[in-house]
């Protein structure tokens, strides 16, 4: 596709499911446990086009980011509840469930979403602000390092959990079914990006790696942090850098500066390939070794459904899907 005719898609992998977002409205498909996909349209208009100057650049990437991670979550937990639906006899319910169900009632899963959301803001705070702050610290105490290397220590060890954490959930059963959804999305948009029609075969021949995905935008912020708080190192006085609350402080304020920059470069790498772009992309691309995997012919369906609805604002009957029999068998033999 040509920077002409470029046209913006984007996605997301959920449960047994894909969201894919395009010119016509954002789409999502999930694969039910009766073998048929279910496609719907979501109701999403962002807060940037009610008020422009929220697309000024780095500005409309802090935006962005937040608007996705509230979608996203939203849908995510959306498609946990519709593809684990149980279509035999229902168990017992116990004393846990049954109090739950009384004080909850249908604000459950609301409730439980909240509270997960909490939950995984907190987790990542402490291990990726607080705990690389809190090792360095530790490590300035036993020997005469210099302060100034703080945010390329504090860096390193951010990465390294970035990349431990994703490996060691890439080997969940669960997880690994929603990185195949992942692969399937990106093959997806490749497919409508190298101007294909979207068919299981032709999805399939794709690459499952893309510029434009949101493991290669936390890897480019991870980096864009060293940077830019390695510069806030020299400028700022050096109490700011020597005390532990006042840097995390200022480590938070940066965030959405980082965000807004590592949202402008995705873009443009996305939009714009070139030797430079691939250059500096090289990481996130790697990194999706193992935050995607090879997907099978049923979940590159799903991806297409979602991606045909977001194009076309066309929603197919169920009926109208072909079911797989095997949809739910594990793939572990992932193309590299």
């Known amino acids: 596709m040509s920077k002409e005719n470029y046209v913006a898609v984007g996605g997301q992998a959920l449960m047994e499911g894909i969201m894919m977002r395009g010119p016509k409205g954002t789409a999502m498909s999930c694969r039910l446990p009766d073998g048929t996909i279910d496609t ?42 519709k593809t684990t639906m149980d279509l035999g006899d229902e168990p017992a319910e116990s004393k846990l469930d049954k109090w739950i169900e009384e004080h909850f009632g249908p604000k459950m899963m609301a409730v439980i979403g909240t509270i997960a959301s909490v939950l995984g803001i907190g987790l990542a705070f402490v291990l990726f602000i607080w705990m690389p702050t809190f090792v360095f610290d530790l490590i300035s105490k036993h020997s005469d390092i210099s302060m100034k290397v703080r945010p390329l220590f504090e860096g390193a060890i951010r990465i390294v959990i970035f990349v431990l954490y994703m490996y060691l959930t890439s080997r969940m059963k669960d997880i690994h079914r929603v990185y195949m959804y992942h692969g399937a999305e990106h093959k997806t948009i490749a497919c409508f990006e190298n101007g294909h029609e979207l068919t299981p075969a032709n999805v399939m021949k794709e690459i499952r790696f893309h510029p434009r995905c949101g493991t290669s935008f936390i890897f480019v912020t991870i980096l864009l942090s060293i940077f830019i708080s390695s510069i806030a190192a020299v400028i700022l006085p050096e109490s700011f850098v020597n005390t532990r609350w006042l840097w995390i402080i200022v480590k938070l304020l940066l965030l959405p500066l980082i965000m807004g920059v590592g949202f402008e470069f995705i873009q443009l790498a996305g939009k714009y390939p070139n030797k430079l ?53 594990e793939k572990t033999d992932d193309a590299q």
């Open 277 to 329: 772009t691939k250059a500096l992309s090289a990481p996130g691309l790697a990194m999706q070794r193992i935050t995607t995997a090879e997907p099978d012919e049923a979940i590159c369906e799903v991806a297409i459904a979602a991606m045909n609805a977001a194009l076309t604002v066309e929603v197919p009957a169920k009926e109208e899907v072909e079911i797989y029999d095997d949809m739910f068998s």
């Open 40 to 81: 719907e349209m979501k109701d999403f208009k962002s807060i940037r086009k009610k008020y422009k100057f929220l697309n000024v650049p780095i500005i409309r990437g802090v935006i962005a980011f937040v608007e996705s991670m509230i979608m996203g979550y939203k849908l995510l937990m959306e498609s946990a509840e």
